[in-house]
């Protein structure tokens, strides 16, 4: 939900009643085979008390991989909030690895206070977005063309 809300929030509202993407579409399984061969033999899945999933690199840090580097601020702000669940909720501190593979980038993460207040006013604005009982207004974004809910917002 944390990346739904810094690309769309209008999606994120319909992810949140269960109107779900189409999984087999190109995007979506360009996403997952970079995904699942990146990085294969240094990294392993962690299911985390039945709300999130992440993977750790064998030094320990937290990693989220991408395919492209065109929406990183919510690419970020996912790997910030899992390092701030990790701390907050399992009082475990670690450091994290946005990385994407195609274009040879990676960078290192740290929850520091200004993330730590990014990731929980984001949080409240989560919350705020999904007890709406309507989708927020219509906002044309560059990536709408492209997003698997166009669909819904512009038919």
């Known amino acids: ?14 992810m949140s009643r269960g109107v779900d993407i189409d ?53 970020r702000m996912q790997l910030l909030y899992y390092l701030w ?21 990676r960078e290192q993460v740290e929850l520091d206070a200004e993330g730590r207040e990014e990731v929980e006013a984001t949080i409240l604005g989560i919350i705020e977005t999904v007890e709406q009982d309507s989708p927020p207004a219509l906002e044309k974004k560059p990536y709408c063309d492209a997003c698997l809910y166009q669909d819904l917002c512009w038919v």
């Open 23 to 75: 999984r087999e579409a190109t995007n979506i399984q360009r996403g997952t085979h970079v995904d699942e061969t990146s990085y294969e033999g240094r990294r392993r899945s962690y299911q985390i008390n039945d709300r999130l999933q992440l993977d750790l690199l064998d030094s320990g840090d937290v990693m989220e991989v991408k395919v492209s580097s065109a929406l990183e601020k919510p690419a």
């Open 85 to 105: 669940y990790l701390e907050e909720v399992l009082d475990i501190e670690r450091d994290g690895v946005l990385a994407y593979p195609r274009e040879r980038k």
């Open 1 to 14: 939900m944390v990346q739904y809300y810094h690309v769309c929030r209008r999606e994120l509202w319909f």
